[in-house]
């Protein structure tokens, strides 16, 4: 039997290329326009649609054909070369073709062209009319050989290929349209690249550097216009990031090293992307300070267009070391006069032309934010109505240097969070100083009320998600007659989180004052024993209300003309974090009449209070909410005043707890059995790209980010060592610095959490003990929210902290993909069934069960699925008869206490089976090798049999693990069928073409020069030439890399 092997680099060139190329007649090159920034308004920008209508395709190292277009993101190195690729090739995709400013004429750009040119070798070095060779690529050769753009032997395929002589080919990939194609690139902290001369080098250099490459469509070009002055494109990003740069497509800096005057262009790029640097050019440092520069408010400026990003490390870094965080609110802004001539665009000593940006016009990003201020006044004519004024402001016009039209949308929120559309497509100018106001009315109550707001905001046109501001509320006074001495407060809450004790630790400032018309004066202050009390009140865990006083104020003294003394004293206080705070502060010793008064009317000045307590979080029972009031009273005022008290509004103070959900079900035995037939667990419950817990938070944009900490071990502390407790976890599991855990999110592991999408931590290291009982781990989030200063902005040096727990989960995961090294195999023992043509086929598939220590495997189940007519068998091989019953009939794997593994009972007689081998990588991983051979219709592509895929579902069965004799035996004497049994669920899909080759086997990029070319005829027959008809061509290369491709010779 011969196996032939189809290698999947097959075709990057092929089909990525054919869904770009256009016939171009010979003719030159038409010239860019000189472009007038002032006046021209079509810069393009791709939308979102625009973006998904461009579609590419490429194939992995598996062999497997993938459609996307160019909005989805790439992660596979060869996905994303090859959406670099399709970008660059198309001329549909916007590029920029002109930039550069003279000192003379800054409406014009001067000699900054950017190329599109790809030659090959032999026009590599040479000039022509119209191109001359200083306009060019000088690594032209690299970038096209690592991304497939040009070679020679493609004449035939590609029609848009220009001849000089005789000899030579060369594509202008100028695009149509002159705009900003901007992509943003994700990187690993930590980059560092070699020698990249092929692709299969530039995909090992993706994959050690680069995360994630996503085209930005959130996006508007600004024109000259009203408001705006300098004209470029605004970008608006999402999701996650602790590394990352931008670039573009086109890119005018020249290298003009003895004359040479050619495209600067190094890796992994080559010159095909300008490359946006935070870094002073050539610089040695790294950025390391991002996220606390935007969270201040601050924009960060791009440096100089970067020869590559990755080689000199200069790209944007959170923090100094990995540390993700959300970009959701993140926008990036491209002056289109960035490279204007100024005194150091172009250091003489980098030889190098349209270097650094200048300095009025560099690109920027920023944390994009709107702070809002909610105030509130008595209506000026009719004392049972409240005014109530929003007053906010984006940083979005400071950071471009425009004013930015913007539409805002304002809500009321409820307790629930719930909100309530007060003003829709809010578009008034701000005022002199970037405000923004909207004023309204409501009827004041029997009782005050809080009502709380919050403001949406985008750019007015361009496809943009909403920015959220801070919440803020405004106290409406009630009419309550035990009201009529009104007393306002405003709480600031403070909060920090003690992660050894598991205490929320909480400092809330309270100020008291005057409020709405009726106040305190001199009079009550000589009142029998008059006093202030504040009181702080929350609901238990027993849905009991509770409250406790924390501070009286009184023993009022007249001080002279200095006003009256007065003292404080605290209750019920604990952990405090500051020391003075309990006496009066410096400004606020006295209370005075207030200026101009005539019935001695209080001015209480600066009287603050701090309530410093904690609350425990380990059992996350901690309450959600407190509420704050305060008091007057004397003794006396029922029989003077008619009423126990006069009284305040309760002012409430959210605590943001965490409600934890358990994702990771569990079955009994009896649903295990059961699942012999495929999917009768339903395949929804063990999906196993939940997270095993799900965190719900409050939607809020006061939520900043938040970690996951480990907590609870024991004094035994099993394992003992980190080392051990790194090799014991398993999984989903990812341990950060400090033991800190990172939040699973999408697929991905965060820092930070998007609330809209919720938070999500996967636990596979919340384990107990293999005894179960000296050994726990929990886990904690931390939560991180915003705090406002009294004026509504943003105080960028202070967060809230709370704390709450999740509850110990355990967590099971299984893959299952092909043998490596190996493809499907046929058999040259064909047989007929019913009038159709069938072979034996042999696929190699590697099982990996992922399973913690908590928890041990004893089944695994493997079905076969193809296309209804496909599976057949021949009548000598009667063992195999049975597994034509794909459904009920899985190859089925036991394995008992001590780790052995059989086939099930239910599989005798399948002799052509592999013998099952366990392998481990010491991280309770475990690789088991199953070979399935199966009956199947004869594929051959002119006798009317069609290529058909195989899917395979895996399954893995997992119990709680006991490897003490104790724990065996108290298992053993335990009733079975009340184990818990986890499951977790893998699928592949292999394709199987052709009489005897399946694209299966990965493609190793080596030297250009062919050793060998042979043919393959459709019926099966070898050739070192070429058969009449179709003919699949395989050229092997020095050093293994293999292309394939398909010809018709007549």
């Not at 004449?155 to 705009?179: A, L």
């Not at 007053?391 to 016009?397: A, F, G, K, V």
């Not at 091989?877 to 239910?906: C, E, I, W």
């Not at 003490?964 to 818990?980: E, I, L, Q, R, Y």
């Amino acid at each position: 039997m011969k196996k032939f092997t189809i290698i999947a680099s097959l075709v990057l060139m092929m089909v990525v290329g054919t869904s770009s190329a256009q016939a171009v007649t010979s003719r030159p090159r038409s010239q860019a326009p000189a472009r007038a920034e002032a006046t021209n308004s079509n810069m393009k920008i791709l939308t979102l649609a625009e973006a998904q209508a461009i579609t590419f395709t490429w194939t992995d190292a598996q062999g497997v054909q993938h459609t996307n277009s160019i909005a989805d993101p790439a992660t596979d190195p060869r996905h994303i070369v090859a959406l670099l690729r399709e970008i660059y090739i198309n001329r549909k995709v916007p590029g920029i073709k002109k930039v550069g400013y003279s000192s003379a004429d800054v409406t014009t750009p001067d000699s900054g062209k950017v190329n599109y040119v790809i030659t090959d070798d032999y026009l590599d070095e040479k000039s022509w009319e119209g191109y001359p060779l200083t306009e060019r690529n000088d690594k032209n050769k690299f970038a096209r050989d690592c991304y497939n753009i040009l070679t020679e032997t493609e004449q035939d395929i590609w029609k848009n290929w220009y001849q000089i002589d005789g000899r030579g080919y060369y594509s202008d990939y100028m695009p149509e349209d002159e705009g900003y194609t901007t992509l943003l690139v994700k990187t690993k902290h930590d980059v560092k690249i070699g020698s990249v001369t092929t692709q299969q080098q530039l995909y090992d250099a993706i994959a050690a550097n680069i995360e994630e490459v996503v085209l930005l469509t959130q996006g508007k070009y600004y024109a000259k216009g009203d408001g705006i002055v300098k004209t470029g494109a605004l970008y608006k990003t999402s999701g996650t990031a602790s590394s990352f740069f931008f670039i573009s497509k086109g890119k005018a800096r020249r290298n003009t090293l003895n004359g040479s005057g050619r495209t600067w262009s190094f890796a992994p790029f080559f010159g095909l992307y300008e490359e946006y640097s935070p870094e002073i050019v050539n610089s040695s440092t790294q950025t390391t300070d991002v996220w606390v520069k935007m969270k201040n408010g601050n924009d960060y400026k791009v440096q100089h267009d970067c020869g590559s990003v990755i080689i000199l490390k200069h790209q944007f870094n959170m923090a100094d070391r990995e540390e993700s965080h959300s970009i959701d609110n993140m926008v990036f802004f491209i002056p289109d006069r960035r490279l204007e001539y100024w005194d150091n665009r172009d250091p003489a000593n980098l030889n190098s032309t349209f270097t650094n940006y200048k300095p009025a016009y560099a690109p920027a990003i920023a944390m994009l934010y709107i702070p809002l201020k909610a105030t509130g006044a008595k209506n000026a004519s009719d004392g049972k109505k409240w005014d109530i004024t929003l007053t906010w402001s984006s940083n979005l016009n400071a950071m471009t240097g425009n004013v930015i039209p913007q539409k805002f949308n304002l809500y009321t929120v409820d307790d629930a969070g719930n909100r309530t559309l007060l003003k829709q497509d809010f578009t008034d100018a701000p005022d002199a100083q970037g405000n923004y106001h909207y004023t309204y009315t409501v009827d004041r109550e029997t009782e005050a009320r809080h009502i709380r707001y919050v403001v949406e905001g985008t750019p007015l046109e361009g496809e943009f998600s909403p920015v959220t501001s801070n919440r803020d509320l405004v106290e409406v006074p009630g009419l309550d007659p035990n009201q009529r001495l009104q007393l306002g407060l405003n709480v600031s809450p403070e909060s920090n989180y003690n992660l050894a004790e598991e205490l929320n630790v909480y400092r809330n400032h309270l100020n008291v004052s005057n409020s709405a018309d009726v106040y305190i004066t001199r009079d009550y202050l000589t009142k029998p024993n008059a006093r202030m009390e504040l009181y702080r009140h929350w609901t238990d865990a027993d849905g009991n209300p509770q409250e406790v006083r924390i501070a009286t104020i009184g023993t009022f003294a007249q001080d002279g003309d200095k006003g009256y003394t007065y003292k404080v004293e605290h209750y019920n206080q604990d952990h405090p974090m500051t020391a003075d705070v309990f006496d009066p502060s410096d400004n606020s010793t006295h209370f005075v009449v207030a200026t101009g008064s005539t019935d001695g009317k209080i001015d209480f000045g600066k009287l603050e209070i701090w309530d410093q307590f904690s609350a425990s979080t380990s059992q996350n029972l901690h309450p959600s909410r407190y509420t704050y009031d305060v008091r007057y009273l004397w003794d006396g005022i029922k029989t003077d005043a008619g009423v126990d008290y006069f009284y305040s509004s309760a002012v409430p103070v959210d605590v943001y707890k965490t409600t934890t959900g358990n994702n990771n079900q569990t079955f009994t035995a009896e649903q295990v059995e059961a699942d012999h037939t495929l999917n009768t667990i339903d395949r929804a419950t063990i999906d196993s790209s939940k997270p095993a817990v799900t965190l719900s938070l409050t939607s809020n944009q006061d939520i900043n980010y938040y970690k996951v900490y480990r907590v609870g071990l024991d004094s035994n502390t099993y394992p003992s060592t980190e080392a051990q407790r790194e090799q014991d976890e398993a999984g989903y599991a990812n341990v950060g610095a400090s033991d800190r855990y990172d939040v699973f999110q999408n697929g991905n592991f965060l820092n930070t959490v998007n609330t809209a999408d919720g938070a999500k931590i996967a636990d596979e290291t919340a384990m107990q003990a293999s005894d179960a009982s000296t050994y726990a781990r929990r886990m904690v989030p931390v939560i991180w929210t915003n705090r406002y200063s009294l004026d509504g902005t943003l105080d960028a040096t202070a967060q809230n902290t709370y704390g709450a727990p999740i509850e110990t989960v355990h967590r099971v995961g299984v893959t299952v993909k092909l043998a490596d090294g190996s493809s499907v195999e046929t058999s040259n023992f064909a047989f007929n069934h019913n009038g159709v043509t069938g072979r034996y086929y042999k696929v190699p598939l590697s099982l990996q069960a992922l399973v913690p220590s908590t928890l041990r495997p004893v089944k695994y189940r493997i079905w076969r699925s193809t296309p209804d007519g496909v599976a057949m068998e021949g009548t000598d091989v009667a063992a195999y008869k049975k597994r034509l019953d794909q459904k009920d009939h899985p190859l089925t794997v036991n394995v008992d206490d001590d780790g052995n593994m059989s086939f099930d009972a239910s599989n005798e007689g399948e002799t052509l089976q592999t013998t099952v081998d366990e392998t481990q990588d010491g991280q309770e991983k475990v690789w088991i090798p199953i070979a399935d051979y199966f009956g199947a219709r004869s594929v051959k592509e002119n006798d009317g049999f069609a290529n058909f895929d195989v899917t395979y579902y895996v399954r893995i069965y997992c119990v709680p693990a006991t490897t003490t004799t104790a724990a065996k035996a108290a298992v053993a004497s335990a009733d079975a069928t009340a184990t818990p049994y986890y499951v977790a669920e893998a699928q592949l899909k292999v394709p199987v073409v052709g009489s005897n080759v399946v694209t299966s086997v990965t493609s190793v990029d080596a030297s250009s020069q062919v050793q060998s070319v042979v043919y393959y005829s459709t019926t099966g027959l070898v050739s070192n030439t070429p058969f009449a008809g179709v003919n699949i061509k395989v050229t092997t290369y020095v050093g293994g890399r293999k292309t394939v491709e398909k010809l018709i010779v007549k």
